[in-house]
């Protein structure tokens, strides 16, 4: 049975309290900072327990874990091993990046403040990712030296310096203009037997390109995939394992359970969406409401639905929708923390910060509103 180490700072009554290995008895022991468990008071806490363990190791008793990266990653990833398939893979890509600057089989007492410091002013000179992607290996970065300073890999925590540190860069989102929001739906309920044509320019020539006839009318998991995400704003994640059991139509509410917050939810519904629900639940009776294996096969039949209606150059993909969603439901009037919770956001920043953009055109209307 696994067994959870020791936290090395704790609250406890209201006080932050610090845990130390006793060098004399090699028995766990803990001590009253007498810092209120704040924010604020948590540096202080952990400098007051370095110096506690400067102490101990003057006296050359407290041995620390031994272990090389290789090993010490090895843990960390069975300690998050439960963790979503899509935070493990960001793991698996911080580790890659790591030892091609620091060896697999380099000592981690030996991992300080400079040598840290020196791996992220590398990754920061990469100009083969982008930005956020060091952002992101910086964060599981930050989060493995947490790691072995909890699992006493090393022996104290240090504060890396901000200016080495890469920032996120927040990419203004890309929504649906209101006429290819439109076509999207329309063309869901084509008629049978007609085709799409496209104009594309070949060699300075223009000619028309043929394509099969793109019915959507008779494929309702298709169809009830994309009016899903119109409407709710939630992941393709979130909805791709929803069954028939899930959805209640008599309240309108979907039960689903994300991945990427390991919890259920129950959301209500729209209710334009409750015909293209119950004719889908009447075809499939039980069980799961869709037919795709993964979220990549969601994504490569929209971008061949895009292609088909000549709106492929507009940079839309799955993601679209969920920004979408959220500057409607701004638009539409309703507040922030009522959009952030429809979408599953647990920080109210995230949808403040990287979604919302209101039109031109609302914001007109809610100048015009002052007298």
Request: charged share 30%; proline share 3%; hydrophobic share 35%.
């Amino acid at each position: 049975m696994r067994t959870k180490a020791p936290k090395l700072i704790y609250p406890n009554g209201g006080f932050w309290y610090i845990r130390y290995k006793d060098p004399t008895s090699l028995k766990w022991k803990a001590v009253s900072t007498r810092l209120k468990a704040t924010t604020r008071n948590m540096r202080r806490a952990q400098e007051m327990r370095t110096k506690i363990m400067e102490e101990i190791q003057s006296i050359e008793v407290l041995r620390y874990r031994e272990g090389d990266i290789e090993s010490a990653f090895k843990r960390f990833r069975e300690v998050n091993s439960t963790k979503s398939v899509k935070t493990r893979e960001t793991y698996e890509v911080f580790h890659d990046y790591l030892i091609q600057k620091i060896a697999p089989d380099f000592p981690c007492n030996k991992l300080d403040k400079e040598n840290s410091e020196s791996f992220l002013l590398w990754l920061n000179k990469l100009d083969n990712i982008s930005q956020n992607t060091k952002y992101g290996i910086q964060k599981n970065f930050l989060k493995f030296l947490k790691f072995l300073f909890e699992y006493e890999y090393i022996p104290r925590m240090f504060i890396i310096n901000k200016d080495v540190k890469t920032r996120a860069k927040v990419i203004e989102p890309l929504i649906f203009s209101d006429e290819d929001r439109q076509i999207i739906i329309d063309a869901l309920t084509e008629n049978k037997g007609s085709s799409i044509l496209k104009t594309r320019r070949k060699e300075g020539k223009e000619y028309k390109k043929k394509r099969r006839p793109f019915v959507y009318v008779k494929n309702s998991n298709f169809r009830t995939m994309i009016m899903l995400l119109l409407y709710t704003g939630l992941r393709p994640s979130d909805i791709i394992d929803v069954t028939v059991e899930h959805i209640d139509l008599n309240k309108m509410e979907i039960k689903y359970y994300s991945s990427k917050t390991d919890k259920w939810f129950v959301r209500p519904l729209h209710s334009i969406l409750k015909d293209v629900l119950e004719q889908r639940i009447n075809e499939v009776g039980t069980g799961k409401i869709f037919e795709y294996g993964d979220v990549k096969n969601i994504g490569k039949a929209f971008q061949r639905y895009l292609e088909a209606l000549g709106l492929d150059n507009k940079g839309y993909t799955l993601r679209t929708f969920r920004k979408d969603f959220i500057t409607r439901s701004q638009e539409a009037g309703l507040s922030i923390s009522t959009t952030a919770m429809l979408v599953g956001h647990s920080n109210i920043k995230t949808t403040m910060t990287y979604y919302t953009k209101l039109s031109s055109q609302h914001l007109k209307t809610e100048l015009a509103k002052l007298k």
